[in-house]
């Protein structure tokens, strides 16, 4: 799966449970929430060959931050 700038992953606005795990196999992305005010607050910065929505997918719960790619990201699901 290829994934352009600023396009989402993981959004923790879904309400559905993560069907998929992924690894980023190229490029960064970023994982975040809304706080109470409104603020977008970065959490992390990931990078390749990190997994993405493993806590999501093992627990079979909704998507807890936002996951966004910062460049052109290349993921494989598993």
Partial sequence: MK?????????????KNAEQLFML???KATVSYVAE?????IVSFMQAFEL?????????MDALHTVEA???VHLIGI
């Fill in 3 to 15: 994934l352009v700038h600023n396009e989402p992953l993981l959004e923790s606005y879904m309400e």
């Fill in 25 to 27: 196999v190229k490029g």
């Fill in 37 to 41: 005010n409104g603020k977008k607050l």
């Fill in 52 to 60: 993405l929505g493993d806590m999501e997918y093992i627990k079979q």
């Fill in 70 to 72: 910062a460049s052109e």
